[in-house]
Nanobody
Framework: QVQLVESGGGLVQPGGSLTLSCAAS????????MAWYRQAPGRERESIAT???????HYRDSVKGRFTISRDNIKGTSDLQMNDLKPEDTATYYC??????????????WGQGTQVTVPS
């Protein structure tokens, strides 16, 4: 089992910056990929940034160059540094961890979400 807790959301003006943090507990060594997703009202949840244990990162086109994902494999934490925020970035942001467990395969874990609001 893995538990995830996000923090760092809030209200920020356009062009501003915000850092989201995710702290994992439980079977941290089993975590392979950590990722950040977001979901705006009336829209599907979308992946915006992923990072593997080896540090390979992938970003959604709309956030490339503005968002940076990082992680600490030992501590089981992941940060999402968000710069030049835009009103279209307004959403609930979720931390995701993919755990590889013997006999169970890949299991997805989710945090409770943290709200980011960028007023227009």
């Amino acid at each position: 089992q893995v538990q995830l807790v996000e923090s760092g959301g809030g209200l920020v003006q356009p062009g501003g910056s915000l850092t989201l943090s995710c702290a994992a507990s439980g079977d941290v060594p089993s975590i392979n990929v950590m990722a950040w997703y977001r979901q705006a009202p009336g829209r599907e949840r979308e992946s915006i940034a992923t990072i593997t244990t080896g540090g390979y990162t992938h970003y959604r086109d709309s956030v490339k160059g503005r968002f940076t994902i990082s992680r600490d494999n030992i501590k089981g934490t992941s940060d999402l540094q968000m710069n030049d925020l835009k009103p279209e970035d307004t959403a609930t942001y979720y931390c995701n961890a993919v755990s590889l467990q013997i006999g169970k395969g890949k299991i997805d874990y989710w945090g409770q979400g943290t709200q980011v609001t960028v007023p227009s």
